[in-house]
């Protein structure tokens, strides 16, 4: 898995799906926000974050890419993750 990038309407566009499985590409501006790009190419907003430090992680479906835009994911990936502080 690469590092996080700064995610554009356009990159996220260019990304090819993988062959087999999902790929998963984290933002650089809204940390544990990704979008995952299945081998069907369907493209999906999700969010990762820990409630109050707890080790377990969350794993949350914010929306597919074209119905959310990316800065609606921007805006509640920032909110959960204001909430889980």
Not at 17 to 31: L, M, Q
């Amino acid at each position: 898995m690469d590092g996080p990038i700064r995610l554009t309407d356009a990159a996220v566009e260019r990304m090819k799906p993988p062959a087999s499985g999902r790929r998963e590409v984290f933002d650089a501006v809204v940390p544990g926000l990704s979008v995952r790009i299945t081998s069907t190419g369907v493209r999906s907003w999700a969010l990762r974050y820990r409630i109050q430090g707890e080790s377990r992680q969350v794993r949350e479906t914010i929306g597919r890419v074209g119905v959310v835009s990316l800065t609606d994911a921007r805006e509640r990936a920032r909110a959960v993750l204001a909430l889980a502080a």
